[in-house]
């Protein structure tokens, strides 16, 4: 059973910066991608960034140059890290994961709430 736990959320003045944290387990040796999400509300849930088993990495356009997606393997972990953070990005923001045993599985977080306000 995978398990997935956000945290680092909170609230942050415009140009500020913030870290999320998603811990995986048991492993995320076993996930062939995992990635952030968000979704504000009111909309739909969009994709952040993701990064896959080897190291490969994607950004949405309206993070890229801003946001940087890495993971930790002995620890578990991916991260988000967030800088110059505009009102925009104010959502809630879910680590996703996908495994492949055959069939693709995917996975969600619970959510963690960013807020950017002045």
């Known amino acids: 059973q995978v398990q997935l736990v956000e945290s680092g959320g909170g609230s942050v003045q415009p140009g500020g910066s913030l870290r999320l944290s998603c811990i995986a387990s048991?492993?995320?040796?076993?996930?062939?991608?995992m990635g952030w999400y968000r979704q504000a509300p009111g909309k739909l849930r969009e994709l952040v960034a993701r990064?896959?088993?080897?190291?490969?990495?994607m950004y949405s356009d309206f993070v890229k140059g801003r946001f940087t997606i890495s993971r930790d393997g002995a620890k578990n972990t991916v991260y988000l890290q967030m800088n110059s953070l505009k009102p925009d990005d104010t959502a809630v923001y879910y680590c996703?994961?996908?495994?492949?045993?055959?069939?693709?599985?995917?996975?969600w977080g619970q959510g963690t709430l960013v807020t950017v306000s002045s």
């Open positions: 996703n994961a996908q495994t492949y045993t055959g069939s693709i599985m995917t996975y």
């Open positions: 048991p492993s995320i040796d076993s996930m062939f991608s």
């Open positions: 990064v896959t088993s080897d190291g490969t990495t």
